[in-house]
T-cell receptor, first 109, second 113 residues
């Protein structure tokens, strides 16, 4: 079973700061997913990547397949970025996902 | 909006009663999943389906059954609800396997008293 570890578990930062959330996994994968969940809200897919880097607005996701590690970066963070960010990899059967426990991010004005 | 709805959105039920949660999609995607989300555990896979009448167990399937008689509907049944099944339940769909994006439903908050 793939073990997924995220760090940090909780992160509080000031508006405008550069944010980094890390994810490591134990077994080689075909793709890694980054998800976002706002308080009381649903789950939204941010990125799915299998190599290199992807960028969407102020969000950047990178993956190093050899090191079994991915990072999610947020540039010029804003209070609306406050959410739980979840890393997930395949491995749950018929490619259901195995999830990290999430990083709870709070951006203060 | 990936065209996924879940019903009910909230439910309170008593221990020992049967409960059925419904996931409905309008995308005609082949793969559907049920996950539960609990503090300290994150999201975990309960059951999945890879086609009509094709289902299988996930990581935490004990106490749950599923059915898929139509492409668009995936039902999760708690045969006899227990307090340990108090959770938020999410349905997800994907066009293919892990190399395709997964789209999540809005969730069902279930409380078993």
């Amino acid at each position: 079973k793939n073990e997924v570890e995220q760090s940090p578990q909780n992160l509080t930062a000031q508006e405008g700061e550069f944010i980094t959330i890390n994810c490591s996994y134990s077994v080689g994968i075909s793709a890694l997913h980054w998800l976002q969940q706002h308080p009381g809200g649903g789950i939204v897919s941010l990125f799915m990547l299998s190599s290199g880097k992807k960028k969407h607005g102020r969000l950047i996701a990178t993956i190093n397949i050899q090191e079994k590690h991915s990072s999610l970066h947020i540039t010029a963070s804003h209070p609306r970025d406050s959410a739980v960010y979840i890393c997930a990899v395949p491995g749950g059967g018929a490619d259901g996902l195995t999830f990290g426990k999430g990083t709870h991010l709070i951006i203060q004005p | 909006d990936a065209g996924i709805t879940q019903s009910p959105r909230h439910k309170v039920t008593e221990t020992g009663t049967p409960v059925t949660l419904r996931c409905h999609q309008t995308e005609n995607h082949r793969y559907m999943y049920w996950y539960r989300q609990d503090p300290g555990h994150g999201l975990r896979l309960i059951h999945y389906s890879y086609g009509v009448k094709d289902t299988d167990k996930g990581e935490v399937s004990d106490g749950y059954s599923v059915s898929r008689s139509k492409t668009e509907d995936f039902l999760l049944t708690l045969e006899s609800a227990t307090s340990s099944q108090t959770s938020v339940y999410f349905c997800a769909i994907t066009r293919g396997g892990s190399t395709y994006e997964q789209y999540f439903g809005p969730g069902t908050r279930l409380t078993v008293t």
